[in-house]
């Protein structure tokens, strides 16, 4: 499987924008970005994913580079809520009916925001 | 619509002790995994049910097993309880495999 980099921990102020890098320098053609969070004592949840476009949904923006191997989650006013840690994972669309459609979870970065 | 619940919320347990973590979800969805997450680390996969009726092993599947109740519940068990079985048990359903997955707020077992 592809691996992904993140920083081990990142802080913010609240109401600022907040970019969250991910490399992937070994990413295949097939392979989408996902993102999840975990926010304290509770289950991941869906953020965004993409493929090689950027992306928007309420909740984010997904950019991604060009060569695609790396990407970056915009959180665009980051507010006390989404203090959390951000998981960024490559999901193949070929092989994730042979592995089950688990997530691959790495460390992810935990992130602070201040008031 | 409560999406993925689990019960019970904690556990404590003595080594060799047996119990079952339940599972439900009521957005109709046909795929469902467990997790557990250790202290400081990511979520790893024990089991999963592609579809009502199947049942497959994940990455660390020894000392469990799994049922797959209905297309709603799916259950985990632990047969005989050891200290590293202590962790974050975490449930969750999607759509179909691959799809992205809805979690439940977690179990925290404690094995002593």
């Known amino acids: 499987d592809a691996k992904t980099t993140q920083p081990n921990s990142m802080e913010s102020n609240e109401e600022e924008p907040v970019h969250l890098p991910c490399n992937h320098s070994t990413i295949s053609g097939t392979d989408y970005i996902h993102w999840y969070r975990q926010l304290p004592s509770q289950g991941p949840e869906y953020v965004i994913h993409g493929l090689t476009s950027n992306v928007n949904n309420r909740m984010a923006s997904l950019a991604i580079a060009e060569d695609r191997k790396s990407s970056t989650l915009i959180l665009h006013r980051a507010t006390l809520r989404d203090a959390a840690v951000y998981y960024c994972i490559l999901r193949d669309v070929y092989m994730i009916y042979n592995q089950g459609g688990k997530l691959i979870f790495g460390q992810g970065t935990e992130l602070s925001v201040k008031p | 619509n409560a999406g993925v619940t689990q019960t019970p919320k904690f556990q404590v347990l003595k080594t060799g002790q047996s119990m079952t973590l339940q599972c439900a979800q009521d957005?109709?969805?046909?795929?469902m995994y467990w997790y557990r997450q250790d202290p400081g680390m990511g979520l790893r996969l024990i089991y999963y049910?592609?579809?009502?009726?199947?049942?497959d092993k994940g990455e660390v599947p020894n000392g469990y097993n799994v049922s797959r109740l209905n297309k709603r519940e799916f259950s985990l068990r632990l047969e005989s309880a050891a200290p590293s079985q202590t962790s974050v048990y975490f449930c969750?359903?999607?759509?179909?495999?691959?799809?992205?997955?809805?979690f439940g707020p977690g179990t925290r077992l404690t094995v002593l």
């Open positions: 049910s592609a579809s009502e009726g199947t049942t």
């Open positions: 957005m109709n969805h046909n795929s």
């Open positions: 969750a359903s999607s759509v179909q495999e691959g799809d992205t997955q809805y």
